[in-house]
């Protein structure tokens, strides 16, 4: 089929990559013309794993193309995917100006009926203020167009497999034909007729279930999904506490709460709490929604409280070990708000290094992949590559995300290049057993 992309960022690209993978015509388009001109000359602007691999292979068979002007990526598509940014708000109200400004753009640049599906998370009832914007800007106020919800559920990171392999496709519809449209465009997804470059021949063969729904129960979907993981994180974290004033350990309590099927032993992972550009928004905007048709939310705003607490449990840790901050050397590990990706936005560690460099410390800080972004933000950190790097000198070390190549660090080696046998660990790596033996002071969440 022929398929439109508006939006070029995690979502878009990814969605864009893979329905053209998967065998579609796609044609994307972005408002940033420096990023469609990237894109055109083959560059990948973000770090997501296989996604350079298929974006090339999708070029080089000429199944994706990328173009500035919005309106010729809307013709050339016969149901157009909405992927724009809906960032929050003061108020924490998802902000919805940019999904208006392409409805404005779809009705006045379209020529043909369209089918236009709401891919960013937006709060229920988007959908249908979409059709009723999509109809006034039409000339004639009578609309062509077709307005569907298929919400993402994709993670940073291992976004591309997750887009081949979904536990559940969500399509939010109004008409049968729309349903029928967008199972025919995830046919090969459903039918696992694909060259997937993550798993190599040894893809999952379950069958992601198709779910059709309304429209706004499709959107509800999203935020419900994502604030529940939101609220399984923060309770995990009060838990993680607990523990810690009672003398138990955390890993213990939720590994075994996560063999009961009904809880699920995923997102129950305690520390310095989730960051990223979905939940912290996704949770707000939940509760902005549910205030908005008389409905506390309280549960919700008490995950967001918690999380928030999280930088300051860690940092009491921290001043806790070292006393005085102002003047030590501290080598901070991880930058990114997750493992395996290069995103930065609400990450957990940008807030500890801020609070650290206001207290009067050097900060030295190393990361995999989001070094190059950090620098433009806090430009008084020394970046350091190598971790040992980072280490060399430093009273304490803090493990702020839980990239796999700080889980495998060798402490024996590190060790005699610190000036102080200090972690302080906001993601529970390692055995605290283990670090002590090894002769360190180590600090970490919920654990004796
Ligand atoms: C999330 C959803 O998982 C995805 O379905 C949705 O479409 C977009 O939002 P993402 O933001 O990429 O994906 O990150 P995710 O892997 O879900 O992690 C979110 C945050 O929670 C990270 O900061 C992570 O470090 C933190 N986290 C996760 C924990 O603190 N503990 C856990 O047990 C799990």
Redesign the pocket.
Same mark, same amino acid.
């Given at each position: 089929m022929r398929l439109s992309v508006i939006g070029c960022g995690?979502?878009g690209l990814v969605t864009g990559a893979c329905f053209a993978a998967a065998g579609h015509e796609v044609t994307c388009t972005d408002i940033d013309a420096e990023r469609i001109r990237r894109l055109q000359a083959g560059e990948v602007p973000i770090y997501e794993q296989h996604l350079e691999e298929i974006l090339s292979s999708a070029r080089k068979d000429g199944r994706i193309s990328y173009s500035a002007d919005a309106g010729e990526a809307i013709r050339a598509g016969d149901a157009i995917f909405i992927c724009v940014g809906t960032p929050p708000k003061e108020s924490g109200e998802a902000d919805l100006s940019a999904i208006d400004q392409v409805a404005r753009q779809i009705a006045e640049q379209a020529r043909s009926p369209k089918l236009v599906i709401e891919k960013s998370?937006v709060p229920a009832r988007t959908g249908l203020e979409l059709r009723r914007a999509l109809a006034a800007y039409s000339s004639g106020g009578k609309s062509a167009f077709r307005v569907a919800s298929n919400?993402? %559920? #994709?993670?940073? +990171?291992?976004?591309v497999g997750?887009f081949f392999h979904p536990d559940r496709i969500v399509v939010g519809v109004e008409e049968e034909s729309a349903a029928a449209d967008l199972r025919e465009i995830y046919r090969p997804i459903l039918e696992h007729k694909f060259h997937c470059p993550v798993h190599q021949g040894s893809c999952p063969t379950s069958q992601p279930a198709f779910l059709v729904t309304t429209i706004n129960s499709a959107e509800l979907i999203?935020h419900a999904?994502?604030s529940f993981?939101?609220l399984?994180?923060s309770y995990?974290?009060v838990i993680s506490d607990l523990c810690e004033r009672i003398g138990a350990d955390v890993k213990e309590v939720?590994h075994a709460m996560g063999l009961d099927p009904r809880i699920g032993g995923? %997102? #129950?992972?305690? +520390?310095?709490?989730?960051?990223?550009?979905?939940?912290p928004k996704?949770v707000q905007a939940f509760i902005h929604l549910a205030a908005s048709v008389g409905v506390d939310f309280d549960l919700l705003k008490a995950t967001e409280r918690v999380n928030k607490q999280?930088i300051d449990r860690f940092l009491e840790k921290v001043h806790k070990a070292l006393w005085v901050v102002k003047g030590k050397h501290v080598a901070v590990l991880g930058l990114a708000?997750?493992?395996n990706?290069d995103?930065i936005r609400?990450?957990?560690a940008l807030e500890v290094v801020k609070r650290l460099l206001e207290e009067g410390a050097m900060v030295h800080a190393t990361d995999p992949e989001a070094i190059s972004r950090t620098k433009a933000l806090l430009p008084k950190v020394t970046y350091h590559e190598d971790p040992y790097e980072a280490l060399r000198g430093a009273d304490a070390a803090l493990i702020c995300?839980?990239w796999d190549v700080f889980r495998h660090l060798d402490w024996k080696r590190a060790k005699p290049l610190m000036a102080r046998s200090l972690v302080v660990d906001g993601?529970n790596l390692y055995s605290p057993k283990h670090m002590r033996e090894l002769g360190f002071e180590y600090h970490s969440f919920g654990r004796a």
């Open positions: 995690y979502v998370t919400p993402e %559920f #994709l993670r940073e +990171g291992t976004a997750d999203k999904s994502n993981l939101a399984k994180i995990a974290n939720t995923q %997102f #129950l992972s305690a +520390g310095l709490g989730f960051g990223g550009f979905c939940f996704d999280r708000f997750k493992a990706t995103d609400f990450a957990p995300t839980e993601r």
